[in-house]
T-cell receptor, first 113, second 114 residues
């Protein structure tokens, strides 16, 4: 699975959009981009994933560049409850890996009042 | 809210004790996972079960013994653990097939070894 690079920390004002970048320059054509977050003392929570196209769900939007070498997770209206560590993970079809997730260090997002 | 239930939430045990962690899901997921997360670190994969059979062991010491007695239940048996094994142990499950599907995690068992 390709490695990812994320900023270690970010701040966002409550009510504003939070844009979390992720670099995955060595991504292969059949590898998906997954985003999870982990709120303190809880298990990781699935947010969204995509292959090539931009994706949107009730939690967030995922924007993947045309060359697929980077992506951005957008939380449109951040709330204090969005304070968490956000993990960008690239995962291949990987039957050899059991489709397991290889977590990096993530971005610690702090939403402030 | 999580549909993967882990018990107990907290466990304190001595190095000579034997205990088990339990993970349960009723979503019909046939892939189940154990991860270990040390303080301020990301989760790390330990084991993968597929159709109730162990498919991946990430070179985990034998003092950790996984078991998948049925499609809804995953156990992690612990014996003679060391203080450095203190961590949050996370279980996850995933549907097999139906395209690329995410894993769903429980909230973990926080284990402390005295």
């Amino acid at each position: 699975d390709a490695k990812t690079t994320q900023p270690p920390s970010m701040d966002c004002a409550e009510g504003r959009a939070a844009n979390l970048p992720c670099n995955h320059s060595t991504i292969s054509g059949n590898e998906y981009v997954y985003w999870y977050r982990q709120i303190h003392s809880q298990g990781p929570q699935y947010i969204i994933h995509g292959l090539k196209n931009n994706e949107t769900n009730e939690m967030a939007s995922l924007i993947i560049t045309e060359d697929r070498k980077s992506s951005t997770l957008i939380l449109p209206h951040a709330t204090l409850r969005d304070t968490a560590v956000y993990y960008c993970i690239v995962r291949g079809p990987g039957s050899n890996s059991g489709y397991a997730l290889n977590f990096g260090k993530g971005t610690s997002l702090l939403v402030t009042p | 809210d999580t549909e993967v239930t882990q018990t107990p939430k907290h466990l304190v045990m001595g190095m000579t004790n034997k205990k088990s962690l339990k993970c349960e899901q009723h979503m019909g997921h046939r892939a189940m996972y154990w991860y270990k997360q040390k303080a301020k670190k990301p989760p790390e994969l330990m084991f993968v079960y597929s159709y109730e059979k162990l498919s991946i062991n990430e070179s985990v010491p034998s003092r950790f013994s996984p078991e998948c007695p049925n499609s809804s239940l995953l156990n992690l048996h612990l014996h003679a653990l060391q203080p450095e094994d203190s961590a949050l142990y996370l279980c996850a499950s995933r549907v097999i097939g139906e395209g690329d599907q995410p894993q769903h995690f429980g909230d973990g068992t926080r284990l402390s070894i005295l």
